[in-house]
């Protein structure tokens, strides 16, 4: 059982917007900043999001984050064959002393 | 670029032991902490420790607490994981992440390739 809770699947068709939502409490999300990875399969995790809602160099603005509270969401524009993966949420907590990562999302492009 | 390789995984029978590396490239490894993040098989990311830049302080999951110990050897630019105890449920691709910049607020920028770790019999 994860810490911060993901809903296990979701999709959308090529060009559609797609939420994902990360559910967490007041030890983790509510007071610390939260990211995004997407995973492709076969390959490591990267970064998407840091801070809530900042995109590194090279994420294109088809991705992006926002928090509110105990809870956040990734939210993918635009969405293309390619973004077909797995994508996780991560905040430190401060109850475990580590960090914490949901149970990870499966998009699937249809 | 920044580059993260690890190495050391392999098939190690319960109650054994092994020790993973993670080689770092193109980034002042002395100046960030570093996270091992693994992953069982068909199963989503599980945190398991991080080492400050310095080696001054070390957290660890409750799952590995006791069983694992997170180290560095800065001038070697390289980062360690020591397994002991080892159980079935070990069982995962062993990661190495870069702790992100301050303006970052931390978390996981880079990551490696990762290893696999099998615990059987």
């Known amino acids: 059982q994860s810490v911060l809770t993901q809903p296990p699947s979701t999709s959308g068709t090529t060009g559609q917007r797609v939420t994902i939502s990360c559910s967490g409490s007041s030890s983790n999300i509510g007071s610390n900043y939260v990211y995004w990875y997407q995973q492709l399969p076969g390959t490591a995790p990267k970064l998407l999001i840091y801070?809530?809602?900042q995109r590194p160099s090279g994420v294109p603005d088809r991705f992006s984050g926002s928090k509110s509270g105990t809870a956040a969401s990734l939210a993918i524009s635009g969405l293309r064959s390619e973004d077909e993966g797995d994508y996780y949420c991560?905040?430190?907590?401060?109850?475990?002393?580590?960090?914490?990562f949901g149970g990870g999302t499966k998009l699937t492009v249809l | 670029q920044v580059q993260l390789v690890e190495s050391g995984g392999g098939v190690v029978q319960p109650g054994g032991s092994l020790r993973l590396s993670c080689a770092a490239s193109?980034?002042?490894?002395?100046?960030?902490?570093m996270h091992w993040v693994r992953q069982a098989p068909g199963r989503g990311l599980e945190w398991v420790a991080f080492?400050?830049?310095?080696?001054?302080?070390?957290y660890y999951a409750d799952s590995v607490k006791g069983r694992f110990t997170i180290s560095r050897d800065n001038y070697r630019n390289t980062l360690y994981l020591h397994m002991n105890s080892l159980r079935a449920e070990d069982t995962a691709v062993y990661y190495c992440s870069k702790e992100g910049p301050a303006s970052y607020g931390g978390g996981f920028d880079y990551w490696g390739q990762g290893t696999l770790v099998t615990v059987s019999s």
């Open positions: 801070r809530d809602n």
């Open positions: 193109g980034f002042t490894f002395s100046s960030f902490g």
């Open positions: 080492i400050r830049y310095d080696g001054y302080n070390k």
């Open positions: 991560a905040a430190r907590d401060d109850s475990l002393s580590g960090w914490a």
